[in-house]
């Protein structure tokens, strides 16, 4: 089994395609028809960041919709804002409650060491879901970015709430992948996922020698190829691609799937 | 046959890279299943005197089988360069010339390139231009080397009709002037699909139908990139035998002069 544990689904006004109201997200499962991917964990951001909560939650009401367009294919991350606390913290109990979401996904808004976030924090840790996090390294500023989260800044909070269940997100499109998987060793509750356009040779090899593979989940971020080929190509055990292909978000998700 | 037009061997300055030896490459080509690959050397990169690397990769292929053929690089900006070509070219048995602009410190528009092509053309080189060696975002602190953008290889291109180009470890074709309406882009550009996506965009098969199969040619980065992505590119592009027979293999070695 394949579950990739970082997708996104388009925004709401963005999904036709030829006439096909889900045209553009039937790619996305037209790539994971093809290359054995069974499930998809999505979130939907708004186009307009830092989006206001009409925005994200209009996000994820359109994300709920291609869950039901698309039964038994895609599990849904609730995209919110951590700046609205209030309506963020309502809204990630919503998803979860009312349309059985897996967690959270913050994108860079505000750095994940703000104490702005903590609220969202701990809604996901009393919902006892995942929260995935967009992140990033790089030693030169990245544009439009200027709060990215790193491993370290994850490495930080975890250490305050350790049942945090916490994803740094595409370890292999946020910089210097190096120092993202030295940073993720020294915190070994967080998780990490292997997506992003990057397929430098040895970058899984490096991440199961400093994390182990219990904390690596499969993902693609829309690079469909890169995803799954990196994994494939690893020169792992077969036990290991396994379990970072699926095993251990199923285990995280506690025998839902 | 598998020939991987964009192959390295030897140590790159910024991280460690596997199966960069010889007979490290050879293995892992093996594996893979490449059957032939067009190497540069990877400490060309960032050497200021890139051409003690070519001649660092002709002693590693000496007495090697010939599945390994050599590419040279060259500055243009360096001292010396057209000696370095000629001795690459007639003295080393280099097959290609690959440039590597911004890592070299100047640009596609300025003369010395057009000074390099003439070159390369005149010894029946064609020229290999990197869009990037390594992904921006992870280069060190000691670095910041922007993509080549694809625009100046086009002008380039435009501007040596005669000369013949490939473009490496490129992306976003569809829209800029290599991928234009047939009459209105450079005939003389190859492009390398390690990095097309296949899916999602779709660029990979949109080039197939704009620009044919004859203009496409197979290649991973390895030992810097995995290969299998590209591998599993190939499996899926659902191309025709013969169109996978030319992107795979035979254009390459025409490319080249190995056919």
């Avoid at chain 1, 991350?77 to 967690?103: H, K, S, T």
Wanted: hydrophobic share 45%.
């Amino acid at each position: 089994m394949r579950i990739d544990a970082h997708a996104h689904i388009e925004p709401p006004g963005r999904s036709e395609l030829n006439g096909d109201p889900w045209g553009r997200d039937r790619l996305l499962i037209d790539a994971a028809d093809a290359l054995e991917i069974d499930w998809l964990c999505c979130s939907c951001l708004a186009p307009r960041r830092p989006s206001s909560p009409e925005d994200f939650i209009a996000c994820n009401t359109h994300l709920q919709h291609a869950i039901e367009a698309f039964p038994g294919r895609i599990l849904g991350y609730a995209y919110v804002n951590p700046g609205y606390q209030r309506e963020a913290v309502a809204e990630i109990e919503r998803c979860v409650r009312e349309f059985g979401f897996i967690g959270a996904k913050l994108y860079n808004e505000y750095k994940f060491t703000d104490p702005a976030v903590r609220p969202v924090i701990e809604k996901c840790i009393e919902l006892d879901v995942l929260i995935l996090h967009h992140a990033g390294h790089t030693w030169w500023p990245l544009p439009g970015q200027p709060n990215i989260s790193d491993a370290g800044d994850f490495a930080q909070v975890v250490a305050e709430y350790p049942e945090l269940k916490l994803i740094c997100g595409h370890i292999a499109g946020g910089g210097d992948w190096e120092w993202t998987i030295k940073a993720l060793r020294e915190e070994p509750r967080l998780l990490a996922d292997t997506s992003g356009s990057v397929v430098d040779e040895g970058m899984i090899e490096k991440a199961v020698a400093l994390m182990g593979a219990d904390r690596l989940l499969f993902a693609c971020d829309m690079s469909m190829t890169a995803g799954v080929g990196k994994i494939l190509g690893a020169d792992i055990t077969e036990e290991q691609r396994d379990a970072i292909f699926s095993g251990n978000i199923r285990r995280l998700l506690g025998g839902r799937i | 046959m598998l020939f991987d037009i964009n192959a390295y061997l030897g140590a790159f300055a910024l991280r460690e890279l596997r199966h960069n030896d010889v007979a490290g490459l050879s293995a892992f080509m093996e594996r893979k299943g490449i059957r032939r690959a067009l190497v540069s050397a990877a400490e060309a990169i960032t050497w200021k005197d890139c051409h003690s690397a070519n001649r660092l990769l002709s002693e590693r292929l000496a007495g090697t089988d010939g599945n390994i053929v050599p590419c040279a690089v060259i500055n243009p900006g360096y001292a010396g360069w057209r000696r370095d070509l000629e001795e690459a070219s007639c003295g080393m048995g280099m097959r290609a010339v690959k440039l590597y602009p911004h890592w070299h410190g100047y640009s596609l528009g300025d003369g010395c390139a057009d000074e390099v092509v003439r070159a390369a053309t005149d010894l029946g080189l064609p020229v290999l231009i990197p869009v990037r060696a390594v992904d921006r975002r992870q280069l060190g602190w000691l670095f910041d080397v922007p993509d080549v953008p694809l625009a100046d290889i086009a002008a380039l291109a435009g501007r040596h009709p005669d000369a013949r180009f490939v473009v490496l470890n490129g992306l976003g074709f569809t829209g800029s002037p290599l991928a234009a309406p047939e009459g209105e882009r450079p005939s003389n550009c190859w492009i390398e699909i390690s990095r097309l996506p296949l899916f999602i965009s779709r660029e990979l098969p949109v080039l197939l139908e704009v620009l044919g199969a004859s203009r496409l040619l197979f290649g991973t980065g390895m030992p810097f990139k995995y290969p299998d992505p590209v591998l599993l590119k190939m499996d899926k592009l659902g191309a025709s035998r013969s169109e996978t027979r030319a992107i795979c293999g035979e254009n390459a070695a025409e490319l080249l002069g190995l056919a």
